[in-house]
């Protein structure tokens, strides 16, 4: 059984005792969230197709942790005028363990 949920924004597949890697949400460790725009469901075969979101279907995790990701180096340049700038970003995410869907 999995499901397709909105994250803000952003579409993950999820299964039960799964982790994923959320933007970063509000809560601190150990608490419990749920997801209400589920946008697909599939129950041993048979699926359900939201339009745009299947009604009734929730999602309920628990957040593990707050991380963040690698670190991109952003670099510009412009050559030959002396102009060279490096900086690095790192993106907060939210460790989730997803516990039920229904």
Same mark, same amino acid.
Request: glycine content about 12%; charged content about 25%; cysteine-free.
């Given at each position: *059984? ?9 579409? =993950? @597949? ?10 970063? *949400? ?8 749920? =997801? ?6 599939? #129950? +041993? ?10 009604? +009734?279907? @929730? ?8 991380? @963040?990701? #690698?670190?991109?180096?952003? =670099?510009?340049?412009?050559?030959? @005028? ?10 907060? =995410? ?9």
């Amino acid at each position: *059984m999995y499901a397709i949920v909105d994250i803000a924004g952003k579409q =993950f @597949k999820v299964a039960k005792d799964q982790y994923i890697y959320a933007p970063k *949400m509000e809560g601190d460790a150990g608490a419990s969230v749920s =997801f209400d725009k589920v946008l697909l469901v599939d #129950n +041993g075969g048979s699926v359900q197709v939201g339009a745009p979101t299947v009604s +009734g279907a @929730k999602v309920s995790g628990k957040i593990l942790e707050h991380v @963040k990701g #690698n670190k991109v180096i952003v =670099f510009k340049k412009k050559r030959r @005028k002396g102009y060279a700038v490096k900086n690095g970003h790192r993106q907060q =995410f939210t460790k989730v363990q997803i516990e039920s869907i229904g």
